[in-house]
Nanobody, 118 residues
Framework: QVQLVEFGGGLVQPGGSLRLSCVGSGIIFRIYAMAWYRQAPGKQRELVAVISSGGSRNYADSVKGRFIISRDNAKNTVYLRMNSLKPSDTAVYYC????????????WGQGTQVTVSS
């Protein structure tokens, strides 16, 4: 079975940092583009960051310069390091895997809550 399992969500104060991890299984991890999305209550799910199978990275303007996406294919893991967190970063964060070509398979993690509050 295919699974994306997320770790690292929680409560953090404004200005703090947090690192999310997502471990994939049941897929050939290295050929998938990996991404982080987030969804706050009453808002649409939005793309936060993406890293291609070749390692190219892109970020939403709202997190550019603060968040870093990375991957370790040997560990089947994608990370999102979040720095200088703001209350507006509060959301459920979801891991996404997309094959892009061929079958176009796409998978989602269960989501992990990140709350930025004093």
């Amino acid at each position: 079975q295919v699974q994306l399992v997320e770790f690292g969500g929680g409560l953090v104060q404004p200005g703090g940092s947090l690192r999310l991890s997502c471990v994939g299984s049941g897929i050939i991890f290295r050929i998938y583009a990996m991404a982080w999305y987030r969804q706050a209550p009453g808002k649409q799910r939005e793309l936060v960051a993406v890293i291609s199978s070749g390692g190219s990275r892109n970020y939403a303007d709202s997190v550019k310069g603060r968040f870093i996406i990375s991957r370790d294919n040997a560990k089947n893991t994608v990370y999102l390091r979040m720095n200088s967190l703001k209350p507006s970063d509060t959301a459920v964060y979801y891991c996404n895997a997309n094959k892009v070509v061929g079958s176009g398979d796409e998978y989602w993690g269960q989501g992990t809550q990140v709350t930025v509050s004093s």
